[in-house]
């Protein structure tokens, strides 16, 4: 399997910009994360869904972020408009309790943002 | 949410046992004991879990105290690729919201001697 596929890797934009970060899933995984980190707050939950719908989405940190999953195989986080306090790195994550092994979660390699 | 305290950091040489702890004394009899870590520039990754009994896989081992209340990650032989930070997390058994994320802590930082 070729693992949770997250893309762009890198991205730098200017302060005002929209930024589109996008996520697909390992198949077959019906849950859906996206966590940011950041030196000074760590890794943190800004939402998940299951089966496509978002479950919790307590974590967004406010109105200029949203997130959609379409398709079982796509979600995208986006940010509009991005401010530099932004920059972090947003990882995308799957897994399928179904699947037993107390309910791994995958993570993709992160998308690095930097908005200056 | 039950938590977890973890040392800020730990050394090991290469090619030694590496014993990483953890306490989670509010820990509930259906949580789950969950160890992942996140190598440099790379996403976490899932290293190995367990409930009452002491695990073994090809990673790690997870040693859990017999009243639950704390628990030790053994890597058997530090490699210089295991350097990375560790994170204990507590997991409920059951599903139900909030059961299915994982909520990270701070972590361990291990840094292995050559």
């Known amino acids: 399997d070729a693992g949770v596929i997250q893309s762009p890797r890198h991205e730098v934009t200017e302060m005002g910009q929209e930024v589109t970060l996008r996520c697909k899933p390992i198949s077959g995984h019906d849950y859906l994360f996206w966590y940011r980190q950041t030196m000074m707050r760590g890794l943190e939950l800004l939402i998940y869904f299951n089966n496509n719908v978002p479950i919790d989405d307590s974590g967004m940190p406010e109105d200029r972020f949203s997130a959609k999953m379409p398709n079982a195989s796509f979600s995208t986080l986006k940010i509009q408009p991005s401010e530099p306090r932004d920059s972090a790195v947003y990882f995308c994550?799957?897994?399928?309790?179904?699947?037993?092994?107390?309910?791994?979660?995958?993570f993709g390699e992160g998308s690095w943002l930097t908005v200056v | 949410d039950a938590k977890t305290t973890q040392p800020n950091s730990m050394e090991s040489n290469e090619e030694e046992p590496v014993h990483l702890p953890c306490n989670h004394s509010t820990i509930s009899g259906t949580d789950y004991i969950h160890w992942y870590r996140q190598l440099p520039s790379q996403g976490p990754e899932y290293v190995i879990h367990g409930l009452t009994s002491n695990v073994n896989n090809r990673m790690a081992s997870l040693a859990i105290a017999e009243d639950r209340k704390s628990s030790t990650l053994i890597l058997h032989r530090a490699t210089l690729r295991d350097a990375a930070v560790y994170y204990c997390i507590l997991r409920p058994l059951y599903s139900g919201a909030g059961s299915y994320q994982l909520t990270f802590g701070k972590g361990t930082k291990l840094s292995v001697i050559p």
């Open positions: 994550a799957s897994s399928n309790p179904g699947q037993g092994a107390g309910n791994t979660i995958y």
